[in-house]
């Protein structure tokens, strides 16, 4: 804990990191309120504060111009990688006995979302996003001596990971993935194909689900697929890569991953055989947050930017903003994203406190995580867009950086799951109807 906290905002002893909530006011310290941002921060635990302030710090040494130029050029942002391994930033929801903070994803949303909303986008927030997430079903379901030998090396820097789910020819139809492994003594051979997978380029691990057990020899496609910690090398026979060109987040490489009989080691297992979707999705709730974090710093990003220049473009005699047409959709986008920031924060506490709460369900979780994804996506769009519309030709100029987070902001109503599969969940799961799909 004490790594992560800057000494210019003083520290946050370690019973201050379970601060509930709404008992977290009675701890009130005086963090002034940064001028670049329109989001309101009360509620927010002192911990959930620090953290964005020391964020924000890290994040103010990477202006605008270092992402419009990562983004231009396709260059991974190495340095902020390094700027928040170094000061263990990555491990923020990690147990500290492997050198993190142990604190939960309700603070790492705060920092995805600071990061994001620095102008970084999500570009920034995808440089380290998967060491945070998808460790998460690591440090729970693997053995003692796996942990130690997997999690501390990520969390200083030293290695980067990916995630690997996503198949071209099965897509959001996760359960009928086909990469299989199998067993070969003390080892498993991969065989298969994923897509999309992002960071591959510089990552040295992977977190891999793939089949143990064919689909047609489980009684349920929930049954049979397991989850894998692995050593990510091309250069070892078996493993390929091709970058695919993106619309936006250019900074991060995405990639289609091809693996042909590429040999593993079979204490590479995380958890049982066979129990990896179960295990997997751990991970996943905690993904929709931080994705609801970074959509919302989008969000917030673009109306700052939007609300600065109609304050200042003066058209017709009076600054644009004095104009109900301007105006009233960027309030209307503020409410959005205030509401979508609640839905998240909330979603977070909840996948937080069922750690140690068993009176909450995974299908609460499940629901609040997507669901907040999903508004968060939705208010950040709107904002998005417009921001651009808002700034006239403007809008449209890479100088002005609103573009780029209209085209950032589409992953989060795309990825990780898309929009139409979370109404469909929460179609069946809340509403009790027929599963539609
Ligand atoms: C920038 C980016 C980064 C990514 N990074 C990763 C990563 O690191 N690792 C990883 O594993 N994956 C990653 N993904 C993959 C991402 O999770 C998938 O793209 C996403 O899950 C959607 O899957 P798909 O593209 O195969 O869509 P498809 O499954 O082909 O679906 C296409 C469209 O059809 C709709 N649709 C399909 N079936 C139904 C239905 N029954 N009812 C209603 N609508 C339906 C979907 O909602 C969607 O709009 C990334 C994607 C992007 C764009």
Redesign the pocket.
């Known amino acids: 804990m004490q790594r992560i906290v800057p000494r210019c905002i003083g520290f946050a002893p370690r019973h201050h990191s379970r601060i509930p909530f709404s008992a977290s006011r009675q701890f009130s310290i005086s963090i002034p309120r940064r001028a670049n941002t329109l989001m309101e921060t009360s509620g927010f635990s002192d911990t959930q504060l620090q953290v964005r302030e020391a964020i924000a710090k890290i994040c103010s040494n990477f202006p605008d111009e270092y992402w419009a130029a990562h983004d231009e050029s396709g260059e991974y942002p190495h340095e902020l990688h390094a700027a928040l391994s170094k000061d263990g930033w990555i491990g923020i929801a990690l147990p500290e006995e492997l050198g993190g903070s142990g604190l939960g994803i309700s603070e790492a949303t705060m920092m995805l979302h600071t990061i994001s909303e620095s102008g970084a986008g999500m570009a920034g927030a995808q440089s380290i996003h998967?060491n945070v997430y998808a460790t998460q079903p690591v440090a729970k379901f693997a053995t003692p001596e796996q942990r130690k030998r997997m999690l501390p090396k990520l969390i200083n820097g030293e290695w980067r990971v990916?995630?690997?789910?996503?198949e071209p020819n099965t897509?959001?139809?996760t359960l009928k993935l086909r990469t299989q492994a199998v067993r070969d003594g003390n080892n498993y051979k991969i065989s298969g194909q994923?897509?999309?997978?992002?960071?591959a380029q510089v990552a040295t691990k992977m977190v891999l689900l793939a089949r143990t057990t064919p689909l047609e020899e489980v009684k349920k496609a929930s049954e049979g697929l397991s989850l894998f910690f692995i050593d990510f090398d091309p250069k070892q026979p078996g493993l390929e890569l091709k970058r695919i060109r993106?619309m936006g987040?250019r900074a991060i490489d995405?990639n289609e991953v091809f693996f042909d009989s590429y040999t593993i080691p079979a204490d590479s297992l995380i958890g049982k055989e066979g129990q990896g979707f179960r295990i997997v999705l751990h991970g996943m709730n905690a993904e929709r947050c931080l994705l609801a974090g970074e959509a919302l710093g989008l969000g917030y990003a673009a109306l700052y930017r939007a609300s600065k220049y109609a304050k200042e473009r003066v058209v017709f005699g009076r600054p644009i903003g004095m104009n109900q047409g301007i105006q009233h959709p960027l309030a209307d986008a503020y409410m959005h994203l205030e509401a979508a920031k609640l839905a998240t924060y909330h979603a977070a506490r909840l996948y937080d406190q069922s750690m140690t709460d068993e009176s909450i369900t995974q299908t609460a979780v499940g629901v609040a995580c997507n669901s907040a994804k999903y508004l968060a996506a939705e208010a950040a769009f709107t904002a998005c867009e417009r921001s651009v519309l808002s700034l006239g030709g403007m809008g449209y100029a890479q100088e002005y950086h609103v573009e780029r987070y209209l085209r950032e902001c589409f992953?989060p109503r795309?990825?990780?799951?898309?929009?139409?599969?979370i109404m469909?969940y929460v179609g069946e799961k809340v509403l009790g109807l027929p599963r539609?799909?």
């Open positions: 998967a990916c995630f690997g789910v996503t897509g959001l139809e994923k897509i999309w997978i992002s960071s993106k987040g995405a992953v795309i990825a990780p799951v898309s929009r139409e599969m469909n539609s799909y």
